[in-house]
Every structure is written in structure tokens, then in C-alpha cells.
């Protein structure tokens, strides 16, 4: 029997504010540990949790950008379970009353776009943090991410593929980055994912039972992990065997999901309204002033970009992928106004090298008005583009700009027509079989000789003249 998937993603957003949900802790990231505490987040007797209102306007905003319905009233609940790094015995999150519903956002597939609704998407506080020791049977627990505000956005189970997995998850990642509410950071667990997958026989449209995966901190980690759920699950049915509803953990290692513990139900979180936190209103008024501070999102920028600049789509999809990296692109325009040349050396250049160095646009040593001043010099003739790509990896690596590298360098393209006419004489002397092979009609060897006047002149020879010259004495 031929089975087809059914994904749906949980996906844990930390929301940049300096202080925590429900006290005045620092969410700073790094400090030592349990410096970053107070009565509040270590849920001591007596203290009372006090709500962060730009929690629940970047929530708000989130909800804005992803087409949620925003409830006109939404509460708090407590979530019990007890763990260690839990210090309260339960977590404050929001049960049958989420802060917004009903929404959805497109992703690329192959078959072109497809709309993947999102259930809800609530508040809720983190919880702590436990670092087993390498070398002994002991925990340490650091309680600084505790109470740190979170957003979580469940989706509908309408992925198919563990690509179309991938796909939602970078463009929910695109998302709060552009509302600069969230720095996406996968590795440092500011945003997290869990999976839940089932597979079902292909035409049915009964769900099977589903699994949940966890510790999933990157895109490539997500899809492999359910790949490899895919496969395991699709063996058990093939041989008649029942999937256990339960939570799996990703083994990075070894490449394979592995049993965790049997899947909780909202029931056994014993679910009930918060007595300490009062419903939250929100008013259209609220929700239109929120509205108003809403940037420009990926989708809206990258169909501006292919209509305004005249991009391909694919160039356009690049240059949007980050908030960051569209503003860089469009400073370059403000010196140089021609997009194409300008996304082609961001996306060959400017790009490999960030990939190279596992950096961010924020971090180029190549500000916007440098890379202007390059392509400038290009269009002047001053250097050629051979030489421009070098003297963009040394701009990269040292943070000059263009004019004073070529300067020190001496790199400004030779122009003088005796002077290049006289490297070309050199090159028909040393060469006279290639000549009369050309001359004899393999016109292919024209770019030989090119190469071998611009390595005389180490690339500073305008290549215009060159063609010319050489041309005219073959």
C-alpha cells in the first residue's frame, strides 16, 4: 500500500523584549547562570505575575502578518507538569482562550504556491534550562530563561513532504525577523520547532496516528528527522504493526528518531484559567494601531522587487529572504541604480562569502556605499570585472573601499593603445603556430590569445581594446 504523510509543526518563537513575560528580569542571552532571576519567575509563595504589554503587541503583530483572527478576549491558563527546570510546577500559557486563530501563510513548492493554515497562536512563558554533566550522574539547572516570553504557532497538518516542512518553517522564521520581533536563532533556541507526523494511505482522508518530534535546531535537522519518521513508521504499517502515539527525540548523531515518552493529552496538563492574571481585551483600535507599525512583508517586498526592479523571481525570492539583506540591496541602488548588475554581485559575491563564513548581511565588511564605488569603477573602465571580483574579496576581507585598494594595488586597467598593441605583438611572436592555425580557421583560439595578453598585462589590460587590436592583427 502507498502511504502519503500529514505534517503539521509547533513552532516556539522567543520575542525580543529586554524584560520577561511577567516580571522585570533581563531576557539577555549568555549571562551566568541564575543571575537573571527574581520571586516572579521563580514562582516563590506571595509573588504575583504582572503582564508585559509588548508581549502582546508583538504577538498581535505576528497574528497581523500571518492573517490570524485576533480574539476580543484571551486568557491565560496554567499548565501543570512537573520537571526540574520548572520551578513553579506548572508553566503560564494559554489553553481554550489563544490570543489569535484561523490564519495563513503561502510557501514555494513544486507545484507552485500552496496556503498552510495556522490553528492559533498563543502566549506563554519558557521554561528553565538543564545542563547534564559530561562525567557524572548530575544536572545543573539555570533558571535565566524562565519566564522569557514565548509565542508558539501551531499549524494545521497541511504539509506533505518534509521539504514543504522546511519550506513553512524558513518563511515563519522570515516572518519575525521582519517584524524584528524574534532573531530566529535556531542554534541558541530562540526559535524551536516540534513536528508531528503521521502517515495515512494515499486517497483516504482519515489521519493516522502521529508521532511528536523534538530537539530539532536547525531546517536541515527538521527535515531529516522526518525522513527518517517517514521511513520508520512507513515499515511498521507495511508490516501490519500499530504507531504508538508517543513524543520521539532526534538523535543528531546517529541519524535516527528515538522514543522519549508516551504523547500527552491536554488532559493530563490538568488545564485551568489562571487565578492570578485577569483576561486580556483588545479593541480594533488596539489591533489598528498595532496594524500601522507593520513593516513591509516578504511576500509584498518580493513581488515590489520583481515588479519594481524587473528581477527574476529567484533573484527576488534572495534578495527578500532576510529584512536585513533587501534594505542592503536597495542602499546599493540609492548609489548605483542598476538592479540586476547589483543583485547578480550580491548573490555571486556578496553571498558565497557570507555562506563561506557562516555570517549574516549584518556582519559583511562591505557596507552598501562600497559596493556602489565598485561597480562604479567597473562602469568607468578603471578596472575590469576580473580585477573587480578581486578587489571585492579584499574589500570583504579588510573592510577598504574599492578606490584605495586599486590605488594601492595599482590595479587601474591599461588603456594605452601603444602599450597594450606592444604586449600584443609579444604574445603573435611567441605564438606563430597558434597564428596560422587561427589564421588557418580554428577561431576558437582567439580567447588563447586573449588569455595570454591579459596574463602579460596581470588582467589590467582593457579588454575592449584588446579584442580590437588583436582582431585587427590576426
Known amino acids: ?134 562525567f557524572q550522574p548530575t544536572s545543573h539547572v539555570d533558571f535565566n530563561r524562565t519566564g522569557v516570553p514565548l509565542i508558539e504557532i501551531v499549524s494545521e497538518p497541511d504539509m506533505q513532504s518534509p521539504e514543504q516542512a522546511a519550506s513553512y518553517l524558513k518563511m515563519i522564521r522570515e516572518i519575525l525577523r521582519y517584524l524584528e520581533i524574534c532573531d530566529g536563532n535556531m542554534e541558541e533556541g530562540s526559535m524551536r520547532c516540534d513536528a508531528n507526523i503521521s502517515l495515512r494511505p494515499v486517497g483516504t482522508q482519515k489521519l493516522g496516528v502521529k508521532t511528536e518530534l523534538k530537539n530539532m535546531n536547525s531546517f536541515r535537522n527538521v527535515q531529516r528527522a522526518l525522513d527518517f519518521e517517514i521511513r520508520r513508521q512507513g515499515a511498521l504499517l507495511e508490516k501490519g504493526e500499530a504507531i504508538a502515539q508517543e513524543t520521539r527525540l532526534w538523535d543528531v548523531d546517529r541519524n535516527v528518531t528515538i522514543s522519549m515518552r508516551g504523547k500527552e493529552e491536554a488532559h493530563d496538563y490538568r488545564y485551568f484559567p489562571d487565578p492570578d492574571l485577569v483576561p486580556i481585551s483588545i479593541d480594533e483600535e488596539w489591533i489598528e494601531r498595532v496594524r500601522k507599525t507593520l513593516p513591509e512583508l516578504p511576500d509584498s517586498k518580493r513581488d515590489r522587487f520583481a515588479k519594481d526592479y524587473d528581477l527574476p523571481p529567484s533573484d527576488s525570492r534572495v534578495l527578500t529572504s532576510s529584512k536585513s539583506l533587501a534594505d542592503y540591496f536597495e542602499a546599493v541602488l540609492k548609489r548605483y541604480a542598476q538592479p540586476k548588475v547589483v543583485s547578480n554581485w550580491i548573490m555571486s559575491e556578496l553571498l558565497r562569502e557570507l555562506k563561506r563564513d557562516e555570517k549574516e548581511i549584518e556582519a559583511c565588511n562591505v557596507p552598501p556605499r562600497h559596493l556602489a564605488e565598485l561597480l562604479e569603477l567597473m562602469d568607468k573602465d578603471i578596472i575590469s570585472g576580473k580585477i573587480a571580483k578581486s578587489v571585492f574579496q579584499e574589500m570583504y576581507a579588510t573592510g577598504k573601499n574599492a578606490s584605495l585598494i586599486v590605488q594601492e594595488k595599482e590595479l587601474k586597467q591599461v588603456k594605452d593603445q601603444g602599450a597594450i598593441e606592444s604586449v600584443i605583438d609579444e604574445v603573435l611572436a611567441e605564438n606563430p603556430g597558434e597564428v596560422e592555425l587561427f589564421r588557418g580557421g580554428k577561431d576558437k583560439l582567439f580567447g588563447f590569445f586573449v588569455g595570454q595578453v591579459m596574463k602579460k598585462t596581470k588582467g589590467k589590460a582593457n579588454p575592449k581594446l584588446v579584442n580590437e587590436i588583436l582582431r585587427a592583427k590576426l
Open 1 to 134: 500500500m502507498e502511504y502519503e504523510p500529514v505534517i503539521g509543526l509547533e513552532v516556539h518563537a522567543q520575542l525580543l523584549t529586554r524584560s520577561k513575560i511577567f516580571c522585570g528580569c533581563s531576557t539577555t542571552f549568555g549571562a551566568s547562570p541564575n543571575t537573571h532571576t527574581c520571586p516572579v519567575c521563580l514562582g516563590m509563595p506571595g509573588s504575583l505575575p504582572v503582564l508585559n504589554q509588548q508581549v502582546v503587541e508583538f504577538t498581535m503583530r505576528m497574528a497581523l502578518a500571518t492573517h490570524c483572527r485576533i480574539a476580543p478576549q484571551s486568557r491565560f491558563a496554567r499548565k501543570n507538569y512537573f520537571y526540574p527546570d520548572l520551578p513553579k510546577g506548572y508553566q503560564i500559557s494559554q489553553y481554550e482562550l489563544p490570543l489569535a486563530e484561523n490564519g495563513w501563510i503561502e510557501i514555494e513548492t513544486e507545484k507552485g504556491p500552496r496556503r498552510i493554515r495556522i490553528h492559533r497562536i498563543h502566549m506563554e512563558e519558557d521554561a528553565g534550562k538543564l545542563i547534564h554533566d559530561e
